[in-house]
């Protein structure tokens, strides 16, 4: 049985802390996607940030206002898309997966029946040596390929203070937006992350604070 995203959902569409991400969410339908920017990374310095609570949010939020929306969990360290949004009993194939070349990207995606609109590539499991993974041509034409059949493809990452691929995952995208959290994230932190991904060609188009 699936765990219900009714909380998620209120959060996103009506709670009071959750206006910020609709002003984001707003921002991205007029700024980004209308503009045929179609990739985003989710990005933090640090653990605690909340990453996947704001990838998660920020996709029902645009999925429900009528944009096709894919999340990748590309955190192949601690993944946490699953929690979110539980898969259902038949899914098995992931990222990991794709990126070994054990599946297809078809059928590493599943369409989230409970929230319309919206579909995940979830994480396929751990792999602690996984950063290599992403260097290859493969996963950027994982990437490029989700591009041009979803109007936004949202990228959950890991730290980037601990794993490199974040800054990867990012410049494959393009594009990245940081998550922060009040008196978890530094200032100084977010300044590094940003001078690394401007030296990638990564264009940050903002912060969204996690009040979540």
Known sequence: MQISP?????????APEGAPL???????QQEHMQRGRRGLALCAPA?????TFVTAALAV???????????????????????????PEHAGAGLLQVLRGEADLVSAIERYEQVPNLSLMY?????????E??????????????????DLVLVDTPPANRFA???????VTGYAAFVARRDRTYSTDLATLARDLKINR??????ILNEG
């Open 165 to 171: 691929e974040s800054r990867r995952i990012a410049a």
């Open 133 to 150: 993974l992403f260097d290859g041509p493969g996963f950027e034409q994982i990437i490029r390929d989700c591009q041009r059949s979803y």
């Open 123 to 131: 994480a396929g499991g751990e792999d602690e040596n996984g950063a």
């Open 22 to 28: 609709r002003t984001t969410a707003l921002f991205l």
């Open 61 to 87: 939020t645009l999925a429900l206002d009528g944009g096709n929306i894919l999340i990748i969990d590309a955190n192949l360290h601690r993944p946490q898309m699953q929690v979110m949004f539980p898969p």
């Open 202 to 207: 990564v264009e940050v188009i903002g912060t």
């Open 47 to 51: 653990y605690g940030a909340g990453v």
């Open 6 to 14: 009714a909380p998620l959902i209120d959060f996103a569409t009506r």
